[in-house]
């Protein structure tokens, strides 16, 4: 049976990475653009965790980021799903454990799913605003996002070595049994 405390981990942190974006406006403001934690946060689960926990946090933090901004509540879930499901289809053949891979993975998933919910929004006939801060917006976003997604894979990594044990292997040899010697 898998542990459930990784999925637990990742929900409480997307939980408290919305919460986060909500409250915290002195980077909002110093920067013009407030960093949304929750794309890196799917390229972690999407390469360490089961496709449940990546479903998961795609649902209620696309829920839970909806509800405490102006978008339509749900428009974000869909973009979220796309890339961690996206993410998680080719997890086999990316170097999840590498630095650099895991910043650009992160970068890519920063830019994408504003995208997505961006062309979302206006498909379904919204009317966001846009102009040339759009693009500030969208590089900060995407910056920030790539430079916290190598912080989130050290921080559980550190939590999974800290709070959950990891099976120990069974050898072959037995501590009671007899080797004859000689000839």
Known sequence: MKSWLPTFFVLVTAYLAVFWEAAFTPLRHLLGAQIDLLPPLIVYAALCT???????????????????????????????????????????LILRDQTFAQFTLGLAASGAAPLL?????????????????????????????????????????????????????ETSFRPDREIRRGR
């Open 50 to 92: 089961d496709v449940r926990t990546t479903c998961l946090l795609a649902c209620l933090g696309g829920l839970w980021f909806d509800s405490l901004s102006q978008n339509p509540l749900g428009v974000t879930m869909l973009p979220l799903a796309l890339v961690g499901l996206t993410l998680y289809s080719q997890r086999e």
């Open 117 to 169: 919910t961006l062309g979302l929004l206006l498909t379904t006939g919204h009317t966001p605003l846009l102009g040339w801060g759009t693009l500030w917006q969208l590089l900060v976003m995407t910056v920030g996002g790539a430079l916290a997604t190598p912080v989130f894979f050290v921080g559980f990594e550190w939590l999974h070595r800290s709070l959950a044990h990891e099976r120990i292997a």
